[in-house]
Nanobody, 115 residues
């Protein structure tokens, strides 16, 4: 019903920046929240940031002041600008879309921060 495609991951030095993009397609009219999650090796998947259709944004405490989510659901695209990256930000980052109470996921994009 909803397809998500992420791009923009890669390898960066500590203190550097990356920008992730996510494009949604399919039945996007019923999406009410889009966001980014991440899963480090051996760790649980965790919320990084999300944005609701009305524009409200939510961030994990660990990324506040460093990461910014932008874009809009009506435009079917959201971004995650990641600044001052730290080695602990290393993870697979997944785009998500909540669609009538169900979460769809992208395939994930690897972000590696070298110390």
């Amino acid at each position: 019903q909803v397809q998500l495609v992420e791009s923009g991951g890669g390898l960066v030095q500590s203190g550097g920046s990356l920008r992730l993009s996510c494009v949604a397609s399919g039945r996007v009219g019923d999406i009410d929240v889009m966001g980014w999650y991440r899963q480090g090796q051996g760790k649980k998947r965790e919320l990084v940031a999300d944005i609701a259709r009305g524009g409200n944004m939510n961030y994990a405490d660990s990324v506040k002041g460093r990461f910014t989510i932008s874009g809009d659901i009506d435009g079917n695209t959201v971004y995650l600008q990641m600044n001052v990256l730290k080695p602990e930000d290393t993870a697979v980052y997944y785009c998500s879309a909540r669609w009538i109470g169900y979460n769809f996921w992208g395939q994930g994009t690897q972000v590696t921060v070298a110390s």
